[in-house]
């Protein structure tokens, strides 16, 4: 983190000096040593997520993707005469608790065509615009690669 707030400053003043740069330095040392003191943050647990950014990456490139198709879905949709929209509402169970679940629902959502409704316990229901959006969402690549994220958290 120490790094990435003296980026900012650096970036922020649009120049680098010796001047800015010592002073930079000071500047994230404070930040980072109050952010350490009162919000909880370490070096520890910055290398564990530091470790994680190959994975987070994998995810996000997932995302793009699955947004991207699912753009060309409504674009078909949208576009075609001869599509009669058929909407769904989809319930499933899926294995993420906490936060990981809600990051399942943050991502379906974020994916045209699909809206997560509700969240109860180990159960998400999701709307779908039409049933081809709906097809395998149970077990949505979005899902498998949080379980794998959160297994290897565990080891």
């Known amino acids: 983190m120490f790094v990435v707030l003296f980026l ?3 970036v922020f003043n649009g120049k680098l000096n010796w001047e800015i740069a010592i002073f930079g330095v000071v500047l994230a040392g ?3 040593a109050f952010s350490c003191a009162f919000l909880g943050c370490s070096p520890r647990k910055e ?3 530091a470790k994680k950014i190959p994975q987070i990456l994998r995810y996000l490139c997932l995302l793009v993707r699955e947004i991207i198709k699912s ?3 409504l674009i078909r949709i949208v576009y075609s005469r001869r599509i009669e929209v058929k909407p769904q509402l989809v319930t499933f169970k899926t294995p993420l608790k906490g936060s990981l679940k809600s990051i399942l629902a943050d991502c379906i959502t974020v994916t045209p065509g699909t809206i997560s409704v509700h969240s109860a316990e180990d159960i998400l229901t999701v709307h779908c ?6 097809d395998g969402i149970e ?3 979005f899902q498998q690669q949080l379980l794998e994220m959160s297994k290897e958290a565990g080891k």
């Not at 615009?129 to 709906?134: G, K, P, R, Y």
């Open 47 to 49: 290398l564990a997520v």
């Open 8 to 10: 900012l400053w650096v």
């Open 139 to 141: 077990n949505t690549d």
């Open 30 to 32: 404070a930040v980072y």
């Open 129 to 134: 615009l039409d049933e081809s959006l709906a």
């Open 71 to 73: 753009n060309l879905t």
